[in-house]
């Protein structure tokens, strides 16, 4: 079993940063596949980010040179730190680990870009 608690999100104003973090239990965070979605409001969720165990990352166009995501294993944590914010970034962003053959989420953070 895995639990995910992300934190982080809140209000910015457009062009500001974020940064969003995955605080994950159980022994095994090395080895496990972190990720990052979100899911804006009437909309499905998407990905975001991807971090394997030998930390290759890969990110989606969206947020391709804007959105860094990055892992500490010492602390089971993994994070997201979001540049350059638009409004079209508002979202409920949830934290994902595959782990084991099994899948996890978070209960989400809320980011909201407005002026």
């Known amino acids: 079993q895995v639990q995910l608690v992300e934190s982080g999100g809140g209000l910015v104003q457009p062009g500001g940063s974020l940064r969003l973090s995955c605080a994950a239990s159980?022994?095994?965070?090395?080895?496990?596949?972190m990720g990052w979605y979100r899911q804006a409001p009437g909309k499905q969720r998407e990905f975001i980010a991807r971090?394997?165990?030998?930390?290759?990352?890969f990110y989606a166009n969206s947020v391709k040179g804007r959105f860094t995501i990055s892992r500490d294993n010492a602390k089971n944590t993994a994070y997201l730190q979001m540049n350059s914010l638009k409004p079209e970034d508002t979202a409920v962003y949830y934290c994902?680990?595959?782990?084991?053959?099994?899948?996890?989420w978070g209960q989400g953070t809320r980011v909201t870009v407005s002026s």
């Open positions: 994902n680990a595959l782990s084991l053959g099994y899948e996890y």
């Open positions: 159980g022994s095994q965070f090395s080895l496990n596949i």
């Open positions: 971090i394997t165990s030998t930390s290759s990352t």
